[in-house]
């Protein structure tokens, strides 16, 4: 399966992955604090709504995850969720250990 393939190959070669639609508020307002908070981590972003296999890997996701909706965003190949838990864990101070983490 393709779509898996991409998921899981995105998830453990990044530090960040942020699957996400290029229309999408919540999207962008993640997009923004993550590259901005951390510029020189290795992030990959997959505009799902811009790829043939979009659907599908959305499919995934919310297999994998239980989580339909975008942005869905993995750090250091774990689940964070999506645009509110990431603001979230930047206000109480977890983002950087979270991202820092080895």
């Known amino acids: 399966?393709?779509?898996k393939d991409l998921v899981e190959n995105t998830i453990s070669e990044n530090k960040?992955?942020?699957f996400s639609k290029s229309?999408?508020?919540y999207c962008r307002r993640?997009?923004?604090l993550l590259t901005s908070k951390f510029p020189?981590?290795?992030t990959k972003i997959l505009e799902l709504d811009e790829m043939?296999?979009?659907s599908e890997i959305q499919d995934y996701l919310a297999e994998k995850t239980g989580q339909r909706t975008v942005p869905n965003i993995f750090i250091n190949q774990k689940h964070v969720g999506g645009c509110d838990d990431v603001v979230s864990l930047d206000n109480s101070g977890k983002l950087?250990?979270?991202v820092n983490a080895q």
Do not use: D, R, W
Request: charged share 10%; with cysteine; hydrophobic share 50%.
């Open 40 to 42: 020189n981590v290795s």
């Open 96 to 98: 950087s250990s979270l």
């Open 16 to 18: 960040i992955a942020i």
């Open 52 to 54: 043939s296999e979009g």
């Open 30 to 32: 993640a997009k923004a």
């Open 1 to 3: 399966m393709a779509a």
């Open 23 to 25: 229309y999408c508020p």
